[in-house]
């Protein structure tokens, strides 16, 4: 699971890490990769990137029985004086469908190698969606213990989305998501965010331009990003394999 929408709120109906695909099967298991080129990387709404271009590529093994197992990993710049440039996410878990109703969770540790900060944290995760047919809507949540700048943090976020038709065969959506981040540190600053996008898929091939915005005030906001964290735009590309 992964992506901005919460980078690619599972593209689908969330769960960061999060590139969903279809893959050959062998028996019982079966592999599920992909990779996403975008303008920038943004991540609950703040731009992990510092505005510059990202790269993400996952390897995912899945069990019919619903578990999973995987690694992500991307590039990263979290300003200066943080002496990191790549992110890599190892996660299991286990998600199934039973009906129009998907349910998930699992655990994740993010590893944000520096030499001069302490950045990696670990999260466990859990979320549900329904398919109503003429919309998905999908809630979820992810709880830190161990967040890199100090204390436990909880993240809540709510999408909704909507098929708009079939131009020329290609399916269409609009994906709306929010979310809210409460940090038990304070001196952080609690804040919410909101992402939407345009998303259009193509046999093993997702596009899409998305907006993103935050209430994070930079003059109070005690995140490292709290300068990368304004609206902004971007566009991405996935690919499955």
Known sequence: MKPSLLILTCLAASCPPAIASAAESNGSLHWSNGAVLST??????QSLTDGKPSIVGELKLNHDNGAYAGIWAGNLDLGPGTDTSAEFDYFIGWGKKFGKVSLNTGYLYRQ?????LPLDFQEVSVSASYDFGVARAGVGSYYSWDYFQDGNSTYNYANLRVPLGKPYGVPVSAVVAAGHYDFSNRAI???????LRLVAQRKSWEYSIGYSDTDIDPARSGLLTRDQSDARWRAQVLVMF
């Open 189 to 195: 600053g609690n804040y919410s965010n909101i992402d």
């Open 112 to 116: 944000r190698p520096s030499d001069t």
């Open 40 to 45: 920038e990387y943004v991540w609950r709404g």
